[in-house]
């Protein structure tokens, strides 16, 4: 569980978190000088998370757009 939150703080992805409440949070790691709980940016706001309280973690890892490039597959169908 930690492991994917310091993956996604190290390449600034967005995690999500499930809280022991049944809340579901998402947002960008960053840094805290909090060593108890996870700082997430979430748009303007920015929530402090205490890690006894996190269930389990998921980062959402975008894919890069290709623009303008034909599917390998599609063309040997051709």
């Known amino acids: ?7 996604g703080l190290a390449k ?3 995690v999500s978190l ?13 840094d805290s000088f909090m060593e108890t709980k996870v700082k997430l940016r979430d748009g303007l706001a920015v929530r402090y998370i205490p890690y006894e309280d996190i ?23 051709k």
């Open 1 to 7: 569980m930690l492991k994917e939150l310091k993956i």
């Open 12 to 14: 600034k992805q967005v």
């Open 18 to 30: 499930h809280t022991k409440d049944g809340e579901i949070v998402m947002g960008i790691p960053e």
């Open 55 to 77: 269930v389990h973690v998921m980062r959402l890892i975008p894919f890069p757009k290709y623009k303008n490039k034909p599917n390998a597959a599609y063309q040997q169908l």
